[in-house]
């Protein structure tokens, strides 16, 4: 029972480790951790929403190949990125880097809650100036009423 | 006029739900390029099977049109009959790279389908596609007599992106 517990666990080890393929890895271990780190931060162009980290796609692994091959030649990790965005573009970032044409992206959540909590202040601010107005009293047609539908409810 | 103020939340509805309508119409596979109007990455790669190769510095000075490729490819022999025709009417010479295929079988591909390519080069690693950003075959590029980069086709061409977009352009960069 045990044994089959222990396969049946390795087994899901096995299946939720990444794409990376034990020919992809470099020997020096620090080179190959920063190879990673990289590849998590790209996108694989083919699926999109998977980084070169997690993707089987044939240009994920080119990729994450190349990235190895750059490190290995003493690139820095920031030629490394600008080497992949010099081809594919920003897009290729998961993480949109912060630039004017990204400002309403970063800091658009901001403004619309930042005029929220104005909006809010002021519509607070209004309500606790203008003093509560009690509401007209009952002209004796409405008097009248009313205690006939209390007597009514009683009984 | 105080009352206008409850019209704009309508309004920034409004906008946002253009904005996705636009955005919903859009194919999110293609994705923008980064090369448009930089300069073509340099390579040489050997031919097919002992024929010659290709290389950026040999077209200096002429506008060509650069067809990523494969064998493999279901969508390039799509595309395949529209590079045959453009290669009879636009007058540009087409040339090909085969990417990350097997020559013999890109041989048999062109024998088979017929062969629209001026020359050909062999990118079997795909770094010659990494470089120009390619992400998937059929991929087509539009370049000038500078050797900018003008148009980039992402997946097969079709009659109209080259009477809309791609035959214009080249008639246009011809003149300059």
Not at chain 2, 148 to 153: E, F, K, N, P
Request: proline residues 8%.
């Amino acid at each position: 029972m045990k044994a089959i517990l222990l396969a049946a666990m390795l087994g899901l080890a096995a299946a939720s480790a990444l794409a990376v393929e034990p020919g992809e890895r470099l020997a020096d271990p620090a080179l190959e951790a920063r190879a990673r780190a990289l590849s998590g931060e790209l996108r694989c162009l083919v699926c999109q929403n998977q980084s070169i980290d997690d993707s089987n796609a044939d240009l994920a692994h080119d990729l994450r190949v190349l990235i190895r091959e750059r490190l290995s030649a003493g690139d820095s990790d920031a030629q490394v990125l600008q080497f992949m965005v010099h081809r594919y573009g920003d897009f290729i970032l998961l993480r949109p880097p912060v630039k004017p044409e990204t400002y309403l992206l970063w800091f658009g959540p901001f403004v619309v809650l930042a005029l929220g909590a104005l909006g809010a202040a002021l519509y607070l601010r209004r309500s606790r100036r203008a003093p509560q107005q009690a509401p007209a009293p009952l002209s004796p047609d409405e008097q009248r009423r009313l205690q006939k539908l209390l007597v009514e409810d009683q009984g | 006029m105080r009352r206008l103020i409850y019209l704009l939340p309508i309004a920034a509805f409004m906008a946002l739900a253009g904005y996705f309508v636009v955005s919903l119409s859009r194919d999110p596979s293609v994705l923008p390029s980064a090369m448009i109007n930089q300069p073509a990455p340099a390579f040489t790669l050997a031919g097919l099977q002992g024929q010659p190769g290709l290389a950026r510095d040999e077209f200096r000075g002429q506008v060509v049109l650069i067809n990523f490729f494969a064998s493999w490819c279901v969508p390039c022999r799509a595309e395949h009959p529209l590079l045959m025709q453009l290669a009879a009417e636009l007058k540009t010479p087409v040339y090909g790279i085969d990417y990350k295929d097997k020559p013999e079988d890109a041989a048999r591909f062109l024998s088979e389908l017929g062969n629209p390519y001026g020359l050909i080069g062999a990118d079997r690693d795909g770094r010659v596609g990494i470089d120009f950003g390619v992400y998937g075959v059929p991929e087509t590029y539009v370049i000038d007599k500078a050797g900018r980069i003008r148009l980039r086709h992402v997946g097969p061409l079709t009659p109209a992106d080259v009477t809309r977009e791609l035959a214009p352009l080249v008639k246009e960069l011809q003149k300059s």
